[in-house]
């Protein structure tokens, strides 16, 4: 059945009001039906469908899934899938005008990508006892080096004011960043080194005699531990609009309906009669706005709303790995988590069980014993 025509899964979206907020697809809340959850209906109804995909982003669609779901997903790719990032920054030399832990910070901020294989390859980095610092190796750290220094050219016109023709490498962009493997690296990275995701990422602006020297290790982390390991700018989703024409809209007043909402939602068409009509052409594009409502002569003409278990993803990477493959990981991740609390709840059962034989034992010896006699008897 459509979602737009099942109108218990519609969220109503008034003028001043948002109505049947609460889902009711559970059981004993419908009379005579059942909605239970059962997994084959789930794989029967339940569609992950892509409109866009690129590398740095992607949106698509997931349908009939709970909210829950949704923003488990969508806070796992913020939060839990690994990335690498710059973690400690070494300062020989930083005679710029910024301070050593503000250009620490805009540097471990710089989304770095290279071998996608071997980036999920590389071992966390686990800190010593006290979570004191240990010796990197090459199987958990990456090293990079930046070191640039500012010259006046002397091929420089007096008159001239650019700072580009006064000044040689007045300007420190990620691309400066360099990669110097270690170990397995050599191999593993051979193809496609470490490097900033954007080389054009303004670092800091130097002049003459000034010079930024440093070393940097970059180690695997998650978002929840601090954002720059965040392998996302944005994730996000929505509920997909919509739009349901009651009566039919034509002539003059088709025209001022489409204009209450975004380009490409509402078109409007030419009938055999040759009289124009309005009707919904891709709600994907609507904002709900509910600029429609406002005006008196669509009252009651039309309802807006949203699919509550129809989400629209929206995903942009920052680089280190595809959009879509973030997903993926989330995906894993929380696969990989309901693995882990059903082998707990089996063992909690397991020592409720025996905790409970103990106790009946305790209470009473005797019994137990001749049970164990009929038992081996």
């Known amino acids: 059945m459509p979602a737009a025509s099942n109108r218990?899964?519609?969220?109503?979206?008034k003028a001043e009001t948002v109505t049947n907020v609460s889902s009711t697809d559970f059981p004993g809340h419908w009379p005579g039906e059942d909605h239970s959850w059962n997994?084959?209906?789930?794989?029967?109804?339940?569609?992950?469908?892509?409109?866009?995909?690129?590398?740095?982003f992607s949106q698509f669609d997931l349908i009939h899934t709970d909210a829950a779901i949704a923003n488990t997903l969508r806070r796992i790719m913020i939060a839990e899938v690994p990335t690498l990032a710059i973690e400690s920054v070494y300062v020989s030399n930083n005679t710029s005008i910024i301070?050593?832990?503000?250009?620490a910070h805009r540097l471990g901020l710089i989304p770095l990508c290279g071998d996608k294989d071997a980036l999920k390859g590389l071992s966390w980095y686990l800190r010593g006892e006290d979570s004191a610092p240990r010796e990197p190796t090459d199987e958990d750290t990456v090293v990079l080096y930046l070191k640039k220094a500012c010259e006046r050219n002397p091929d420089a016109k007096k008159t001239d004011t650019d700072p580009d023709k006064l000044y040689i490498n007045h300007n420190v962009y990620a691309s400066d960043i360099l990669f110097e493997p270690a170990g397995r690296q050599i191999k593993s990275f051979a193809h496609d080194p470490v490097r900033a995701a954007n080389p054009d990422i303004l670092i800091a602006k130097l002049r003459p005699g000034q010079e930024i020297d440093l070393t940097m290790h970059c180690i695997k982390g998650i978002g929840q531990d601090h954002a720059k390991f965040s392998p996302v700018a944005t994730a996000s989703y929505r509920l997909l609009p919509d739009i349901k024409i009651k009566k039919p809209i034509r002539g003059k007043a088709a025209e001022r309906f489409a204009a209450c909402f975004p380009k490409g939602v509402i078109a409007i068409r030419e009938r055999k009669d040759g009289e124009k009509e309005a009707v919904v052409d891709n709600v994907r594009n609507d904002?709900?706005?509910?600029?429609?409502?406002?005006?008196?002569e669509f009252k009651?003409?039309?309802?807006?709303g949203r699919v509550r278990d129809h989400f629209i993803f929206s995903v942009e990477s920052t680089g280190q790995f595809d959009a879509d493959e973030i997903f993926l990981s989330a995906v894993g991740t929380l696969k990989a988590?309901?693995?882990?609390l059903k082998r707990d709840i089996y063992k909690m059962l397991r020592k409720?069980?025996?905790?409970?034989?103990?106790?009946?034992?305790?209470?009473n010896p005797d019994a137990d014993e001749e049970g164990d006699a009929m038992d081996t008897q």
């Open 337 to 340: 988590k309901t693995i882990n």
């Open 8 to 13: 218990r899964n519609i969220v109503g979206v």
């Open 352 to 363: 409720q069980a025996l905790d409970a034989r103990r106790a009946r034992e305790a209470e």
């Open 300 to 304: 009651g003409i039309v309802e807006l």
């Open 39 to 56: 997994i084959k209906h789930f794989r029967r109804t339940f569609r992950v469908k892509f409109f866009r995909n690129t590398p740095l």
């Open 99 to 103: 301070q050593d832990e503000v250009l």
């Open 287 to 296: 904002t709900v706005s509910r600029e429609v409502l406002r005006h008196d």
